[in-house]
């Protein structure tokens, strides 16, 4: 299986997310500059005259497709990583992949998340057929 | 010999003609960064304009009706049209020492920037067209009489003995109140109120503000019309104001949260808007009374306002209006013979008197640009209409109007 990642972080821990991924050869991801709110709401600003409720918050999503054989690591380390332990740090979501379609060599699945020097290499698992499948 | 050129002076009001050009593209950036970024090109040009529609229409016309011969103190004759006769030699009823031409150029410069600081009130929804039009008609029938009436030789307010040294009167109760009307008429933004709408860029607006006050020295200290001692103090009061009124700002933001660097920015403008009227008549210590009253003055008024539900946008009536109402009344407590031999004292210098003609100076300004603003703004609501489209809102000015767009 297939599976995507969608980590809503802090803008200012894409650093330190980036950082534990390349780390642990997680290779290629999308970042985007999302705008949002969660259970907090929001933030109090300063505007001219005294101060005014913003519910747009700027926040970083981190996209990753990954075989789910790497998973559950991956979800450890953005957790780590993105944490700080005040309201705000973020959302993970997962969800299933049906096909994931390489344009420039046309490999289908998990050929076409594989790159040279990453996490599955690492774990001497190349190729078409994942473990356990 | 009575009317000879000064060299320094005329050198002097050179300076200050070109310093108070530059506060309409600084007041362009302080309203720019205010605006969300789909309208600050639009919000440039409303400001920015001015420097076009007035450079030519106070060549035509303009300065001839505020300055020309005067028709029962109500309004200038039309001796001046095209400058005719408006030329090297000095107008002594005017200013003695420096010439004419250069009398009328200074002048030029403060009525292009006094509709300009009105388009605070309706930035982010105005039709181009007919603000072009009411801009044309408020400069012909609101400023030009009303700058006769207080500095035309033989103007009925300036006769009163009405105290207004650099456009308390002309400049800022005139656009504050003008802005008041025009908000009334147009109506709010879409969403005001229900969404926040965020300045989106403050650094501009700070970028203005500093640029401002660097003009302001050109449009107080300028207002002296010679390089004397009483320029000296109009530039003294200038920046004392506006550093009390940015001091109080930053406190009282500070107090309701932090200090705002858009608070601060706005605070020192208020400052100076407060101190104009009075910058030539007063000493640096009532200047910073002058300041520090005005901050809480505008903060607390923009608070009212916005409780009011009225989205004039940018608070000039706060800003401008009220802050140099309080200008003109302070010039009638603070004035003071011992700094400006020409002028007068005040109630706390022994002439109640003065108060009485201050406060009858802003009850017409504010009664006659007030309903004068509404009245035309009216007409071409009904006429052409004031407000674009929804549509047109929405997609934010700087495209559908101007076809441009700031940030790609």
Same mark, same amino acid.
């Given at each position: 299986?297939?599976?995507?990642?969608?980590?809503?972080?802090?803008?200012?821990?894409?650093?330190?997310?980036?950082?534990?991924?390349?780390?642990?050869?997680?290779?290629? @991801?999308?970042?985007?500059?999302?705008?949002?709110?969660?259970?907090?709401?929001?933030?109090?600003?300063?505007?001219?005259?005294?101060?005014?409720?913003?519910?747009?918050?700027?926040?970083?999503?981190?996209?990753?497709?990954?075989?789910?054989?790497?998973?559950?690591?991956?979800?450890?380390?953005? @957790?780590?990583?993105?944490?700080?332990?005040?309201?705000?740090?973020?959302?993970?979501?997962?969800?299933?992949?049906?096909?994931?379609?390489?344009?420039?060599?046309?490999?289908?699945?998990?050929?076409?998340?594989?790159?040279?020097?990453?996490?599955?290499?690492?774990?001497?698992?190349?190729?078409?057929?994942?473990?356990?499948? | 010999?009575?009317?000879?050129?000064?060299?320094?002076?005329?050198?002097?009001?050179?300076?200050?003609?070109?310093?108070?050009?530059?506060?309409?593209?600084?007041?362009?950036?302080?309203?720019?960064?205010?605006?969300?970024?789909?309208? &600050?090109?639009?919000?440039?040009?409303?400001?920015?304009?001015?420097?076009?529609?007035?450079?030519?229409?106070? &060549?035509?016309?303009?300065?001839?009706?505020?300055?020309?011969?005067?028709?029962?103190?109500?309004?200038?004759?039309?001796?001046?049209?095209?400058?005719?006769? &408006?030329?090297?030699?000095?107008?002594?009823?005017?200013?003695?020492?420096?010439?004419?031409?250069?009398?009328?150029?200074?002048?030029? %410069?403060?009525?292009? /920037?006094?509709?300009?600081?009105?388009?605070?009130?309706?930035?982010?929804?105005?039709?181009?067209?007919?603000?072009?039009?009411?801009?044309? /008609?408020?400069?012909?029938?609101?400023?030009?009489?009303?700058?006769?009436?207080?500095?035309?030789?033989?103007?009925?307010?300036?006769?009163?003995?009405?105290?207004?040294?650099?456009?308390?009167?002309?400049?800022?109760?005139?656009?504050?109140?003008?802005?008041?009307?025009?908000?009334?008429?147009?109506?709010?933004?879409?969403?005001?109120?229900?969404?926040?709408?965020?300045?989106?860029?403050?650094?501009?607006?700070?970028?203005?503000?500093?640029?401002?006050?660097?003009?302001?020295?050109?449009?107080?200290?300028?207002?002296?019309?010679?390089?004397?001692?009483?320029?000296?103090?109009?530039?003294?009061?200038?920046?004392?104001?506006?550093?009390?009124?940015?001091?109080?700002? %930053?406190?009282?933001?500070?107090?309701?949260?932090?200090?705002?660097?858009?608070?601060?920015?706005?605070? %020192?403008?208020?400052?100076?808007?407060?101190?104009?009227?009075?910058?030539?008549?007063?000493?640096?210590?009532?200047? %910073?009374?002058?300041?520090?009253?005005?901050?809480?003055?505008?903060?607390?008024? /923009?608070?009212?306002?916005?409780?009011?539900?009225?989205?004039?946008?940018?608070? &000039?009536?706060?800003?401008?209006?009220?802050?140099?109402?309080?200008?003109?009344?302070?010039?009638?407590?603070?004035?003071?013979?011992?700094?400006?031999?020409?002028?007068?004292?005040?109630?706390?210098?022994?002439?109640?008197?003065?108060?009485?003609?201050?406060?009858?100076?802003?009850?017409?300004?504010?009664?006659?640009?007030?309903?004068?603003?509404?009245?035309?703004?009216?007409?071409?609501?009904?006429?052409?209409?004031?407000?674009?489209?929804?549509?047109?809102?929405?997609?934010?000015?700087?495209?559908?109007?101007?076809?441009?767009?700031?940030?790609?």
């Amino acid at each position: 299986m297939l599976k995507k990642i969608e980590a809503i972080i802090r803008e200012d821990k894409l650093n330190d997310v980036k950082e534990a991924l390349r780390e642990m050869g997680i290779v290629g @991801l999308n970042v985007f500059e999302i705008r949002g709110h969660g259970r907090q709401g929001g933030i109090t600003l300063t505007g001219r005259s005294g101060t005014y409720q913003v519910d747009m918050l700027t926040k970083i999503q981190v996209n990753i497709v990954l075989s789910d054989r790497n998973l559950d690591e991956t979800i450890e380390a953005i @957790l780590r990583s993105a944490y700080t332990g005040e309201s705000g740090d973020g959302l993970i979501f997962v969800s299933p992949v049906e096909e994931v379609i390489r344009i420039r060599t046309r490999e289908r699945g998990y050929d076409a998340v594989m790159y040279p020097g990453d996490i599955d290499e690492r774990k001497g698992q190349g190729g078409t057929k994942p473990p356990g499948s | 010999m009575g009317n000879a050129i000064n060299t320094g002076d005329t050198a002097w009001l050179l300076v200050c003609c070109s310093l108070v050009l530059l506060m309409t593209p600084a007041l362009a950036f302080f309203y720019g960064g205010m605006v969300r970024r789909k309208n &600050v090109l639009s919000t440039l040009t409303l400001s920015f304009v001015f420097m076009a529609l007035i450079g030519v229409q106070w &060549v035509l016309y303009g300065y001839s009706l505020a300055f020309g011969k005067s028709i029962g103190g109500l309004i200038g004759g039309l001796n001046y049209l095209g400058l005719a006769g &408006v030329g090297a030699a000095p107008n002594p009823d005017y200013a003695k020492t420096i010439p004419h031409g250069l009398f009328a150029a200074f002048q030029m %410069m403060f009525a292009v /920037i006094t509709p300009a600081l009105i388009t605070g009130a309706f930035v982010e929804r105005v039709r181009f067209k007919s603000f072009l039009l009411f801009s044309l /008609i408020w400069a012909t029938l609101v400023y030009d009489p009303l700058c006769h009436w207080v500095w035309g030789k033989g103007g009925w307010l300036g006769a009163l003995g009405c105290l207004d040294f650099a456009g308390g009167t002309v400049v800022h109760i005139a656009a504050g109140f003008s802005a008041l009307a025009f908000a009334l008429a147009i109506g709010p933004r879409k969403g005001f109120g229900k969404n926040p709408i965020e300045p989106h860029n403050i650094t501009l607006t700070v970028m203005g503000a500093g640029l401002l006050w660097v003009g302001w020295f050109g449009f107080n200290a300028g207002s002296a019309l010679a390089a004397n001692g009483v320029a000296v103090n109009a530039l003294l009061t200038t920046n004392t104001s506006a550093a009390s009124a940015g001091l109080v700002w %930053m406190v009282l933001s500070w107090l309701d949260g932090r200090p705002s660097p858009l608070g601060l920015a706005t605070g %020192m403008v208020v400052g100076l808007a407060a101190v104009t009227p009075a910058s030539g008549f007063v000493t640096p210590m009532a200047a %910073m009374v002058i300041g520090a009253v005005a901050a809480p003055l505008s903060y607390y008024g /923009i608070r009212f306002r916005d409780k009011r539900q009225l989205d004039e946008s940018l608070d &000039v009536w706060a800003c401008h209006g009220l802050a140099s109402t309080w200008g003109m009344v302070a010039c009638g407590l603070f004035a003071t013979t011992e700094v400006n031999a020409a002028g007068a004292n005040g109630l706390f210098y022994g002439n109640p008197g003065q108060l009485a003609i201050q406060l009858l100076a802003i009850g017409v300004t504010m009664a006659f640009t007030f309903g004068a603003t509404f009245l035309v703004a009216k007409l071409l609501d009904w006429s052409i209409g004031l407000r674009v489209t929804t549509m047109e809102e929405e997609v934010g000015l700087d495209i559908s109007a101007h076809g441009e767009r700031a940030y790609s």
